[in-house]
């Protein structure tokens, strides 16, 4: 051949194979589709302390929880796509009345520190251990002690555990959500040591998803390691490496934000946005939690039901929510309940009704009622003077007229009148300002005309000022009381008034507040409403509670606590009137803990003596005490029949509605930032925040392709066909 013909037919060979592999490739990509591949590293960055990798004693740690929820599992798991309780490790079986859990381990369960020559199977002595010593005397863990106390746990067999309880307890099955823990790594270590078991606290062994490979302490933060567990009996992870660096505040975690493919608790600005970069997806979910006002109804102030009501008509939560940028409004800690219909609106004239049937009333009203009292003494009767204000300085004297009307021995104050001799049948009289008998004094007085043996005739109500402003703004305040006495358009109501150093005057503007509320004893409504420092937004909150307060004639003195423990102390010892706090509920949204009687902070013995000592699970914030609410949360707790419990339900709701221990204001809403490289996230609907990592099983950073269902490489000659049959067409 010649030079030229081996250069096409080389020229035409490359081109036919480049069209073969085209066509292959166009084949390959219209016939398959991506899917998650195995491999790759996730980094995770937070602002938080990582301490004790122990699921006993990791429920107020953030950071903690993520780490051990993938270390560790339960016999139960909660599903933020169902919003139920499944089985996990076990499964389940309810026998006597829903009174009897019975819970069989799977099979092929092993802990991480398990080899092939010594392999650790999870047992039913280790689920004895892991429940059985929260029982203890002296277990660190009051809360966690307190879900199973009273609980009978009894081993069957080896792969078999029954725990009973005494009573049906709807809620029972998320207390079996616990990491178990390996009895052969704790067994032997005294219970109330269990916290400083520092070889196992801080290098855990669990058989959860991922196994714990090693904990650094850096300059900006504490980075823990996790890798894949082979063995593991779930659904297997796609991601080989997770990783956790808890870094001290978020300007740190900023400076190392390149190499960090998600962020949990990202903060936001003014306007409610993410504060993290557009290459991150942000997830903004909220928790079964909610902010409120508790009123600490051991306080006499707090016990008028009317005063309640007023407060809680008379509070804005839009406003609240929009001053601190957040977005779902609750009304009730009953969150079973869809929160999108308010039992209370905010309704200013409403919360004024209430309160004006309540013991605390507005100074203007309080005012302006004597006023009309003393126009109404002093508009009838012998005693008669043109002004019911006078200006007098002291040393000058007032003198009046009035008629004897056919009586002796007439006297004003104890002062004699005497005969007026340019009026015949009329008496004259005139009343120091020294301080001596029968004087005017300054302020108001009491004029009164007596005759023969002291018997009173009239009295009239005479104020007395040496100021000339003063003179001038009580002058003005008779002709405000003269509008009001009208009932035409140009008369006045309560709220056109405002008091100012005692003295009515029309307010100057429609929103300018009242003066403070007072009972009949004359003290101002004045309430303590103690907050944290954490989160900020609390600070914020108060504030606005406080502004809307006073605008129905409410003051309230903000107390933030310098630190936790020092609010906690506060809490403690129920040393507020209001409480502003939030409460989670977790995934079983149980109440009781929250509102029944017995969960309150015992001050006194049945013989009426102070107790010695105050229970730190006394989570009754508000001392709420009512036997009907009682009985309805005893009820939602031990029915397992969902028409019971849903009427329960809704009447506990009308109970709360009535009794007002408490305004609900929001939940919080967080941010959870991931890279865009990161996919196959979906939180669902957590309860706690680690729940976000109950789905890592989905995600992935690596990807694949494979054959549709019903394709292969066989598929190739009959799609080219296909091509064909287009081309020919």
């Known amino acids: 051949m010649k030079r030229w013909e081996k250069l096409l037919l080389l020229f035409l060979t490359l081109l036919l194979i480049m069209s073969g592999m085209l066509l292959l490739r166009k084949f390959y990509n219209e016939n ?3 899917v998650p591949a195995k491999g790759g590293t996730y980094i995770e960055g937070s602002v938080g302390t990582i301490r004790t990798l122990n699921p006993w004693f990791t429920v107020t740690n953030d950071a903690n929880s993520d780490i051990t929820s993938l270390v560790f599992s339960g016999l139960q798991r909660f599903s933020p796509f169902t919003g139920e309780i499944e089985d996990d490790m076990a499964l389940l079986t309810l026998g006597d009345g829903n009174r009897i859990y019975t819970l069989t381990l799977r099979d092929n369960l092993f802990w991480h520190d398990s080899t092939s020559l ?30 199973f106390r009273g609980v009978d746990i009894e081993k069957i067999n080896d792969r078999t555990v029954q725990f009973r309880l005494k009573e049906p307890y709807y809620f029972f099955r998320s207390n079996l959500t616990l990491g178990l823990l390996p009895k052969h790594r704790l067994e032997g270590v005294p219970v109330e040591r269990l916290m400083e078991a520092l070889d196992f606290n801080l290098a855990p062994v669990g058989s959860g998803p991922y196994k714990f490979r090693s904990m650094v302490e850096a300059e900006m933060s504490t980075e823990v390691t996790l890798e894949k567990f082979p063995d593991y009996y779930g659904s297997k992870p796609y991601i080989d490496r997770v990783i956790f660096r808890a870094f001290g505040d978020y300007p740190s975690l900023l400076s190392d934000l390149r190499n960090l493919d998600g962020v949990r608790h990202v903060p936001r600005n003014k306007l409610g946005q993410a504060i ?42 839009q406003a609240i929510v929009d001053t601190i940028n957040e977005r779902m409004i609750v009304d009730t800690p009953l969150l079973e309940f869809a929160q ?32 009309l009292e003393n126009r109404e003494k002093n508009g009838t009767g012998a005693l008669v003077f043109p002004e019911a204000v006078v200006l007098l300085n002291t040393g000058s004297s007032l003198s009046f007229t009035g008629s004897f009307l056919g009586l002796t021995g007439l006297s004003v104050n104890g002062v004699p009148v005497r005969r007026n001799e340019t009026n015949s049948g009329t008496w004259v009289i005139s009343l120091p300002t020294d301080g001596g008998t029968g004087s005017i004094l300054l302020g108001e007085n009491a004029l009164k005309l007596t005759a023969t043996g002291g018997k009173t005739i009239d009295t009239f109500i005479l104020t007395r000022v040496s100021e000339s402003d003063l003179f001038s703004k009580m002058r003005e305040e008779e002709k405000i009381v003269e509008l009001y006495t009208e009932r035409d358009v140009t008369s006045v109501t309560i709220s056109d008034l405002r008091t100012e150093n005692g003295i009515l005057r029309l307010k100057k503007e429609e929103n300018e507040p009242h003066g403070i509320r007072t009972n009949a004893a004359g003290e101002p409504l004045r309430l303590r409403l103690l907050t944290s420092a954490l989160p900020p937004a609390y600070a914020e909150v108060a504030k606005e509670v406080k502004k809307q307060w006073r605008t129905i004639g409410a003051e309230v003195i903000v107390e933030v606590a310098k630190d936790r423990k020092e609010f906690e102390e506060r809490v403690l010892h129920r040393d507020y009137d209001v409480l502003l706090f939030g409460q989670p509920l977790l995934d079983n949204l149980d109440s009781y803990p929250y509102w029944h009687s017995s969960q309150s902070q015992l001050f006194q013995n049945s013989q009426g003596e102070k107790e010695s000592g105050l229970r730190l699970d006394a989570n009754n914030l508000s001392q709420y005490a009512s036997f009907r ?5 005893e009820k939602v707790r031990e029915t397992h029949n969902t028409d019971e419990r849903e009427t329960a339900l809704e009447e506990l709701r009308e109970v709360f509605k009535k009794d007002i221990p408490a305004i609900v204001l929001y939940s919080p809403t967080y941010v959870f930032a991931v890279s865009e490289d990161i996919l196959g996230v979906d939180l669902g609907k957590p309860s706690r925040h680690s729940d976000r ?17 019903g394709k292969s490489w066989w598929s190739f000659f009959p799609w080219l066909l296909t091509l064909q049959g287009d081309g020919n067409s």
């Open 32 to 34: 398959t589709e991506i």
């Open 118 to 147: 010594d392999p650790h199977p999870v047992t039913a002595d280790d689920v004895l251990f892991t429940y059985k010593i929260t029982q203890e005397q002296g277990f660190p863990n009051p809360i966690l002690q307190k879900n």
């Open 276 to 317: 993290i970069p557009e290459r991150y997806r942000t997830f903004f979910y909220a928790l079964p939690q909610y902010v409120a006002l508790f009123f600490n109804m051991d306080r006499s102030i707090l016990k008028d039901q009317n005063l309640r009501l007023g407060l809680q008509l008379g509070t804005n939560k």
């Open 340 to 371: 999108d219909n308010w039992q209370y609106q905010f309704k200013l004239d409403l919360a004024q009704g209430a309160l004006f049937d309540s013991d605390w009333n507005l100074p203007e009203k309080i005012r302006l009622q004597h006023l």
């Open 629 to 633: 609410a009682d009985a309805l949360l």
């Open 693 to 709: 990592l109950l789905s890592i099983h989905r995600w992935f950073i690596k990807q694949g392709r494979t054959f549709r269902a």
